[in-house]
Structure formats: structure tokens, C-alpha cells
């Protein structure tokens, strides 16, 4: 059973950084590397959205214009293991971060993790 696990959030103060870390076990015979791997996130009321993804050829993609230049997203496929470093974090930032393996980046279909809340305080 495919699972993936988010690690990494917290509570913080505005300006600070965060590395969220998402570990894929149970892949019976697939990788990280033939999905699109990607972070969404959530707050109360609102739908998920997409924040960064990388396709299956290995091209960054940002959804967000106002992450552009703070945030990045990264992989280990040898490790099944994707990473979102966060620099110079906002109120706004505030949510549960979802990582998921997609098959197409921005998609909702394929594997999630549960979340990992991240706390920005101003």
C-alpha cells in the first residue's frame, strides 16, 4: 500500500524557513520518478491548491506567484523523498501542506499524504 508521510511543518514567526519533507514507502513497482510529484496546500474554507510541482521529466513548475523565489521544490527519486524549502515566510503561507504523486502536475488523481500544518505568525 502506497503511503506518504509529511514531516517538516510548524509554528513560526514571519520571515523564517521551513523544509517540508514528504517519504514515499510502499510502491510496488514504480518510483517517485514516474509521477509528477507536487505540494499543495489548504486552508479552512478554501479548496486545495496546487503550490509547486515537478513533472515527470524533471521540470520545476511554481503555480503560485507569490511563492516564486521563496520557495523550493525538490526530489530524491533513488529515495522516493520530495522536499519544499520555504524561505521568508508569510502570514499568508499559513496552511496544511499536502504532498501528493499525480499524473499530471496540479492534478487532484493519485497518491496523497495527510498534510503538515504550517503556522506563520507576524
Known amino acids: 500500500q502506497v503511503q506518504l508521510v509529511e514531516s517538516g511543518g510548524g509554528s513560526v514567526q514571519a520571515g523564517a524557513s521551513l523544509k517540508l519533507s514528504c517519504v514515499g514507502t510502499?510502491?510496488?513497482?514504480?518510483?517517485?520518478?514516474?509521477?509528477?510529484t507536487g505540494w499543495f496546500r489548504q486552508v479552512p474554507g478554501k479548496d486545495r491548491e496546487p503550490v509547486a510541482c515537478?513533472?515527470?521529466?524533471?521540470?520545476?513548475?511554481y503555480f503560485l506567484e507569490s511563492v516564486k523565489g521563496r520557495f523550493l521544490i525538490s526530489r530524491e527519486n533513488a529515495k522516493n523523498t520530495m522536499y519544499l524549502q520555504m524561505h521568508g515566510l508569510r502570514r499568508e503561507d499559513s496552511a496544511v501542506y499536502y504532498c501528493?504523486?499525480?499524473?499530471?502536475?496540479?492534478?487532484?488523481?493519485?497518491?496523497w499524504g495527510r498534510g503538515t500544518q504550517v503556522t506563520v505568525a507576524e
Open positions: 501528493a504523486l499525480t499524473n499530471r502536475c496540479g492534478g487532484r488523481s493519485g497518491y
Open positions: 515537478i513533472n515527470v521529466p524533471g521540470e520545476e513548475i
Open positions: 510502499g510502491f510496488p513497482e514504480f518510483t517517485f520518478a514516474d509521477f509528477c
